[in-house]
């Protein structure tokens, strides 16, 4: 019994696992495509095309 319920808990583990790992890529994605976004509008429009829109 004590075998089935750890293969359980690493199944269970495992998939939370490559879930929040999916979640993380979905999330990488969409602040990649924001910040290139900002970069490009910024770029254009501010100063001439000098403009950062970081503030480092």
């Given at each position: 019994?004590?075998?089935?319920?750890?293969?359980?808990?690493?199944?269970?583990v495992?998939f939370?696992?490559g879930f929040?790992?999916?979640?993380?890529?979905?999330i990488?994605?969409?602040?990649?495509?924001?910040?290139?976004?900002?970069?490009l509008?910024?770029?254009?429009?501010?100063?001439?095309?000098?403009?950062?829109?970081?503030?480092?």
């Amino acid at each position: 019994m004590i075998p089935l319920l750890l293969v359980l808990l690493l199944a269970i583990v495992l998939f939370g696992v490559g879930f929040a790992v999916k979640a993380l890529w979905w999330i990488a994605l969409v602040v990649l495509v924001l910040w290139l976004l900002g970069f490009l509008v910024r770029g254009t429009t501010a100063g001439g095309g000098r403009g950062r829109w970081y503030r480092w």
